[in-house]
């Protein structure tokens, strides 16, 4: 059995925000096993899938269509785009597998693709999609996904990348962000490394990456230590090198662990974990039980959507209609809306996100959180005085202690639940985990 | 056109980090800031440096063209600009179309171009080269932007270096302070949070974690910069009735324009208050393919914003204090690739634009197109010797202590005063 408060430490990181019955009833179970249900969770999750849009209206039609057409097209787009970001949001809240859900954002932080460009919600949904069958076990098998990814391709050009006239952009990101980090590799390997990835295109009528021969620049192209003659041989020989392993496991702890560097052992273990069959689910297994893992309370800032999605869930509000758009467009103001990260490097973290104009945003957000409370939880906190109202809205929130000048803030609002919940969600304890 | 918008780029790599930003200040009101602005040294000290970042890599060669150079032609095929396409500045050197006002600026002696700047070993990742720009520091990973080092230096108020990006960049974080991210909409505050309840919530608690303590003093800072913002925007709609409508107040923070940054920054030099440097930035400028309509509408929209915003500082006396310099993390390859774009490359130009500046100069050789470094161009004058410069010149500054001790400097950049 564990304790309380590590129960909900864990489960601040490995989900969107727990709420207080899970707490209880992960402290009511041997530690271990809640690491293992949470990384290896068993079964599919009932939440409602993501929506599928048939038809795209706009990903490279454009050329075939008249002018009007065009602006119809893209309203379309944006809207298909929009609903799916919505839908994603409520499966946030919704999800079983909160664990398995957080990694798709992960992933789409680390793969950081932006419907900026890419403008389609097929394509994105599609990108979601491979975080969610290939986010665990085997790395391989994700990255060569997202080589053929078409979202991926036309973000960074891959599209235009040709025997004839090499674009580094894929390959520099490839390595750069998504495999070995800064350092690892020299401008003759990216440009090796694009000269590998040639070939690949998009069918545009299908929304499919294509790959075309006669693009393709054949033959053995020396990158690093080795050859690679296409994507998979290229996949394959980065996530041989030393570095990638070690780039994941820090990309890993400063979203799961903390803003400080990664302490060395707890590398090994995860390195170790990870193993030759690259193990994603494995190395973060490794990390949430690591005792430096536990020793990092209170080392991350909460991005917004881990604020938002979380005051969701623990208030049990529902992620629908006015309260999904409010929702959305607060975080879209701090400056994180998933579906558009801001660049191929993904979202900043920790302090990045305390400044004074996401702090305004956060205290109207969580004015409409709190006006639309649902009764059984404006009832809930409406019991006992004023110092017992404080506390329920801390265990509420999963937040393990208020400081005295929280305490004494809220104290002063106790009388009236949505401007407690209010002044909670906005607190300095509530903006950390 | 390549959407990766580095705008909200930002400590994702962790450079900078929390340590550097415990900033926290107390309450001012804007007649203290006006005693310390004013005060009776004024000297190349009371110069306001306005510092524009472009992310993704501003291509050098279509922003300053030499569109004499054969090679330039051979390079860059469709891509190139010909004599009458560009606005020239001599027979060799013309500015892209796009750039008019600038021109402008040139013309009226208003504009310098230092050429060929970059630093030794050049990287090529955007978020390095952008760390490296920012930390100024080429060799290694640094936990403090240059400006930041000097806020350190100069006061340590937050107010006295703001951003009006959404997300304090790291060129304003520095060791014991940093800047202050300033919202371009004002202070708004819903009706369920009081100012006592804000003052409550912005208290220091014992023994809290740093970052909670940081998220604490976020309260104090929006108080203080509540106060700085509201009295600059009424001091301009006093002072400047033609001004009252600007749209300084009507952008959304993260979406908002080069131009609505710029407002905020005139009402507040105009408004006398004491920031001393101010960092805006603009985006959108890595051009892997179709670069040269997209490049072209990129630059006109810095070039309304930069020029329009000097025409608007020539008419003040502490506007015609206003140093405004432009750069990017890198310029492009020379040769075009075959997506009509052009992938990430070294060397740049550098714009001072402003009445102190020397302008109406090319200052440096546009570096050589045929002698490269693996495809590249070479650079001649590294980038600390301009910010040594503008250290020393527009805040009045030893760049020593900021610039670890940098020993170069590009003398005569700034008239002097």
Redesign the interface.
Known sequence: MADRKLAAHLLRRATFGPTAAEIDAAAARDHGDVVAGLVFPKGADPVAPLPVFAADPYFGRTGMLSREQRAQARRAARDQLTHLAEGWLARMVRADHQLAEKLVFFWHGHWAT?A??VNSATLMAGQLATFRAHGRGDFALLAKAMLRDPALIF???GQ?N?A??????LA?ELM??FTLG?GAYT?KD?KAAARALTGWTLDRDQGTAVFQPKRHAAGEHAVLDGTARDADSLADLLLRQHAHPVFLASRLW?RFGS???LPDATRDRMVAAYGSGRDVSAMLGTLLTDDQFEAS?????KQPVEWAVGALRQLGVAPTGKVAATVLNAI????QVPLRP???????????????????VR??A??AL?AALPDATADLLARGDAAARVDAIGRLLAVDAW????R??LT??AARP??LV??AL????Y??H | MDTVTRRKFLIASGVVGGAALVAGAGAYTLHDVLATADHPSAGPGDRTLVLVTLYGGNDGLATVIPYADRAYHDARADLAYDAAEVLRLDDRTGLNPGLKGLKALYDRKQLAIVRGVGYPRPDRSHFRSMDIWQTANPVRPAGTGWLGRWLDHAGRDPRSAISLEPVLPPVLAGATCAGAAVPLGGVSVPKAVTAADLRALGAAADGEPELQARAAACFADLLSVDQLVTEALDADDDDDPDHGDDPATGTGGAQATLKAQFDLVAACVEAGVMTRVFSVSQGGFDFHAGEKTGQEIQLKTVDAAVSGFLDRMGRTERGRKVVVVVYSEFGRRVRANSSDGTDHGTASDVLIAGAPVAGGRLIGDQPSLTDLDDGDLKFHTDFRDVYAAVLTDVLGADPGPVLDGWRGRLDGLLLST
């Open positions: 932006s900026q460009k973000w960074l050009d235009r040709t004839r006239g090499p674009n580094e952009n520099r750069e962000l800064v401008e990216v400063f803003g400080a560097p309370g209170g080392q991350l800032v879209r103001r701090m400056g801001p660049s191929v490097g993904g979202w900043p973290a920790g302090t990045a996100w305390l400044t004074t104009s996401s702090l305004q205290m109207r969580a004015a709190g400081t005295g000048r929280t004494a803030a002063g609002a949505q401007r209010t002044l906005i607190s300095p304890e903006a950390v």
